[in-house]
Structure formats: structure tokens, C-alpha cells
């Protein structure tokens, strides 16, 4: 442990810290409210028992359904990039640098080990940490990731992508709004036994520092600098996360907008339950019995009654009568509206909230989401430039400059669409014979294919033979040749029912040359 810097001192205790706490209370109030332990609905001072367990009763995490739900519509399946083709580069470079007279390059009979940013993105495992980054952004209004040189479990020099979540780290931009790199970060590591620990990130070093919470007697310190280490990113290593980012530099979240809402929700939901508890059965009464004369007379009344006696009274005067109970319907259709509301307001298609969905149509389906279509398609774009961003910079780390300085790769995105995998077959095979688009453009489509399968698939085709492959190229062009039937014409069994292009009449055939 040594001595810091005056200056780094004081930026740590008096910008730093402080702003990191003053957002960890904002957060932690989102973060009460994005699980199932925000506060419960305000009641009177002389509330019972009873009264506070239906408080806790009334209590649902809507706001987690809507972040949850938005979040299963992102993730992240491949890598695209123009110096990135589909293939093994060595084949494919092989292929482009051959002369007519040069014989066809071997190909290779083994799988085609992933390279680039795409080998870098699946050694940190960010096939299955990418949702907690996804989610933390959509919750919160942002996220972090943090890209630091390292070394995978086998010793080879590997950077090391780690997300991180707002509540313990916050980055200081001198234009929030503008600015891709902070100036400075800070995260909490530890909090605690009367002490608090950092890591401070700038464009040099990450520093790691302990401050005590408690005053010493012994004349200790109160801040040390325990660690410096130096990263060679050249910025700060520190790549924010956000669905939506306005030209203040605000980052509104899923949850903070509409914590009013919810609170609404949950009001209306404890207004059904206490009416339920307490009036929900009739109360029946009597006026103008005479009452017994001693206590053990009244006894004896109470143990004659019983559900299948009678009540009579020697007074004429006595009347019988009930209270009816309170109708629900009210409460129902109240908080059934509330809900309505809360789907509109966040694009979340109601039938996910409410369960409610009756012999729907794939046309219905996508008609109510077509919301929540929008608003993803928007945070795709957003979150994309972030990964596109983390990326960059673990290639600089990971010394490949070529793809740090490639300003054209992304990120693809899972087709999460209501629709089934026959209809995406179809629709992309059209686009092949119809709009003559390459095969193995359309592949990385397909739901739920990856990069990795469109680099398997393009090596298996390349293992056929020349003669093989030609007759595969010239059978797909005659389908794309060949002129449609006229529909519904008699007679004429070679359209389908649905106008489909006809199947070809003619099988074209290759012949070797000689």
C-alpha cells in the first residue's frame, strides 16, 4: 500500500465517490421496483395486522415482466463484418488469389475454428452473459462492460469482457450525450467491516484504493492506493450500455418512467383484496328482538341457531333482514385497465401481461407486437453499437488492428419474430431464386442458426466436388429461369394452388468438357 497522488485523492474523494453514491440511491430505488421487494401500498396509522399481510399480498412485479419480456427479444448470435467473411479466411483468400490455370486449392476436412472479434466474444462466454448486460441496461437506463487484457484458462493472451452493473459502477463523460470513451470510471469492489474498496479506470491505468469509513486512532491513513495496472487501451475501458439515449445525455430505463403506474396497479389490486376479505358475504340482521335476560339464556339462543332453523319473535315489531355484499366486478375491470395501460405505455403486447389470449392467429400475433417490434428494433440498434464498440477495442488488445479499425463489423441478432421456422424457410428461399441472393447470405437468417453453423455449412459445401457444386449452381438457375404459369388456368398442373413458381419440365444436366 502506498501514498496516492494529492490530486488523484481528491478527485476520488470529492467527484468520484460522491457521485457514485448519489446515483446508487436512485438505482436502488429502480432496482426495489424492477424485482419484488419495492415498498408496500401506503397505510393508515391504525392499520391492522391483517391489513398489512394483504398489502404484502397485492404486491406483483410488473415492471420485471416488462424488462424480462423486452429482454428475450435481444440477443446476440453472430458477428458481421466486410473483412470478416463466411468461411475459413485461408480457404477463401486461396480462392480469390487463384489463376484460371492454377489447380482448385484443397479444402479442409476439419471444422473452421472461429477468429476475430467472434473468437474473442465466445472464449468470455458472452453467448449466455450478454442477457444480464441486456437486462441491467434495460432496467437501469444503461449498463457497463469492461475490456482488460488477460489470459484464458490455457495461458493464451486473451482479452477479458466482464458487464457490470450500474449499482456499482458509474463513468464520467465530459459530454454524456456525445462522448464514445469516458475520463474516468469508478466501481465498487467491497463495501464493509469499516472499510469500502474501488477500482478507478482512466485512459492509463485501472487503480485500486481502500478507504476507511472509520476513523483511526493510530493515525492510519484513510486512503491508500493498493494497485496499479497498466492496460494500454489508450481510453478508458469502459464501454456504457443503454437502450435509448437522448441529446441531454439522459438514459431513461424500463422501470423509473413507470413506477407511478405500478404503484397504481398494485393500489387497485390491494382495493379488490381488502373488499374481498371484508365484505365480500352478505350480513343478515335482526331489529327489535327482545334480548336475553341473563347470560346463560343467551347461550341457550346461541346453540339453538343453526343453519336449517328458523328465527321466529313473539314481537310483531321484529324484522329480519341481510346487507348485501360488495360486487367485485369494479375492482376487476379497474385493474385490468390499469394493466392495459402499463402495456401501452411500455409497447408489451397486453396478452403477456394478462395471460389472456384466445385462438390467436400468427397475422394477430404479430399485429400485437408490433409494438414492441419497434421498440426493440430501435434498442438493437443501440445496444449493437455497444458490443460493435467493446469488440473494437478487445481486438486493439488482442493485437489485431485490422478489425479495431473496421468500422463497418456488428453484431447479428437472433430472429426472435412470431413466425415459424417453415415460413422463414420460405421466405428466404424466395429471395434466392427470385432476387438471385447468394445462398450463403441468406443462411445466418434462418432462426436460430449461428455463425458457427454458417461456417460448418460453408465448409461441408465446399467439400463437394467441382462437378457436383456446377450441377447445384446450374439447377438453381434454371428454377430462377424458368416463366410462371399463368394462375387458375384449366388444365394446367404445373403452378400450385397458391401461384408458386412451376416446377422446372427439363432436367439440365452437366457434361464434362472432352
Known amino acids: 500500500m502506498t501514498q496516492p497522488d494529492p490530486s488523484f485523492a481528491s ?10 453514491k448519489n446515483e446508487q440511491q436512485r438505482l436502488n430505488r429502480i432496482d426495489r421496483w ?263 339464556s343467551a347461550a341457550r339462543d346461541k346453540m339453538k341457531l343453526e343453519q336449517s332453523m328458523f328465527l321466529i319473535a313473539a314481537d310483531p315489531d321484529t324484522k329480519f333482514g341481510s346487507l348485501p355484499e360488495t360486487g367485485l366486478t369494479g375492482f376487476i375491470e379497474a385493474h385490468e385497465n390499469d394493466i392495459q395501460a402499463l402495456a401501452a405505455v411500455t409497447h408489451t403486447p397486453t396478452h403477456e401481461l394478462t395471460g389472456q389470449m384466445v385462438n390467436l392467429s400468427a397475422e394477430a400475433l404479430a399485429a400485437a407486437r408490433a409494438g414492441q417490434t419497434q421498440k426493440t428494433d430501435g434498442y438493437k440498434h443501440n445496444i449493437g453499437g455497444s458490443h460493435a464498440q467493446t469488440l473494437r477495442l478487445a481486438s486493439f488488445l488482442d493485437g489485431d488492428d485490422k478489425h479495431a479499425k473496421d468500422i463497418t463489423g456488428r453484431v447479428t441478432w437472433q430472429d426472435t419474430s412470431i413466425r415459424s421456422i417453415a415460413q422463414a424457410v420460405d421466405a428466404l428461399g424466395k429471395a434466392a431464386i427470385m432476387l438471385h441472393v447468394p445462398d450463403e447470405a441468406l443462411w445466418g437468417r434462418i432462426p436460430g442458426v449461428e455463425k458457427s453453423d454458417v461456417a460448418e455449412w460453408v465448409r461441408m459445401r465446399n467439400l463437394q466436388s467441382p462437378l457436383e457444386q456446377m450441377q447445384a449452381n446450374l439447377d438453381r438457375q434454371a428454377k430462377s429461369t424458368l416463366p410462371p404459369a399463368a394462375k387458375g388456368v384449366p388444365g394446367d398442373q404445373s403452378s400450385s394452388a397458391n401461384g408458386t413458381a412451376p416446377k422446372a419440365k427439363q432436367q439440365v444436366t452437366a457434361k464434362p468438357a472432352g
Not at 143 to 163: C, H, Q
Not at 260 to 274: E, Q, V
Open 11 to 20: 478527485l476520488v474523494m470529492d467527484k468520484l465517490i460522491p457521485g457514485l
Open 34 to 296: 424492477y424485482r419484488w421487494t419495492h415498498e408496500d401500498v401506503r397505510l393508515p396509522r391504525l392499520a391492522t395486522k391483517e391489513h398489512r399481510e394483504l398489502a404484502r399480498l397485492s404486491k406483483t412485479s410488473w415492471l420485471g415482466l416488462v424488462v424480462a419480456s423486452t429482454a428475450q427479444c435481444l440477443f446476440v448470435d453472430g458477428y458481421r463484418s466486410m473483412l470478416d467473411p463466411v468461411g475459413d479466411p485461408a480457404e477463401i483468400n486461396a480462392q480469390l488469389n487463384r489463376k484460371p490455370d492454377d489447380p482448385i486449392p484443397p479444402v479442409k476436412d476439419k471444422p473452421v475454428a472461429p477468429e476475430g472479434p467472434w473468437r474473442i466474444w465466445l472464449a468470455n462466454q458472452m453467448d449466455k452473459r450478454q442477457s444480464a448486460i441486456h437486462r441491467a441496461a434495460i432496467a437501469y437506463g444503461y449498463s457497463y462492460a469492461t475490456v482488460l487484457p488477460g489470459e484464458d484458462f490455457t495461458g493464451e493472451k486473451m482479452p477479458v469482457i466482464r458487464g457490470v452493473s450500474p449499482r456499482k459502477m458509474l463513468a464520467f463523460y465530459d459530454d454524456p450525450a456525445f462522448d464514445d470513451w469516458p475520463e474516468y470510471a469508478i466501481e465498487c469492489i467491497d463495501s464493509g467491516k469499516g472499510q469500502e474498496r474501488y477500482r478507478i479506470y482512466d485512459e492509463d491505468t485501472v487503480r485500486t484504493v481502500t478507504i476507511k469509513t472509520r476513523i483511526s486512532d493510530d493515525g492510519t491513513p484513510n486512503f491508500t492506493l493498493d494497485k496499479t495496472e497498466h492496460h494500454e487501451a489508450n481510453v478508458c475501458p469502459v464501454i456504457r450500455y443503454y437502450p435509448d439515449l437522448d441529446l441531454d445525455g439522459r438514459t431513461p430505463g424500463e422501470v423509473e418512467p413507470n413506477i407511478a403506474l405500478a404503484a397504481r396497479i398494485n393500489k387497485t389490486a390491494y382495493d379488490r383484496m381488502l373488499t374481498q376479505h371484508f365484505n365480500s358475504w352478505k350480513i343478515r340482521y335482526i331489529a327489535g328482538m327482545q334480548e336475553p335476560d341473563s347470560e346463560e
